[in-house]
């Protein structure tokens, strides 16, 4: 999984730490999610959409795995 939230944070100024508190986790949750290292439950996908004012589905984008097997 991609993420554009640090593309967003930077739109508005907003540091790590400062998204972190508007969605309520730390902010090392924060970067695993913009790292990709980090699926977030729909309820903080959709806290950090809102905070950062866009959609789930613009924020993140979810690929494919190449390699599943059948």
Known sequence: MRTKIKEY????????E???KKVGVRRETVLFLEK????PSLKLAHDVAKALNTTIDDL??????ETEED
């Open 9 to 16: 944070r930077a739109r508005y100024n907003l540091t790590q």
């Open 18 to 20: 400062d998204l972190a």
């Open 36 to 39: 990709g290292d980090y699926n």
């Open 60 to 65: 993140f984008i979810f690929e494919e795995n």
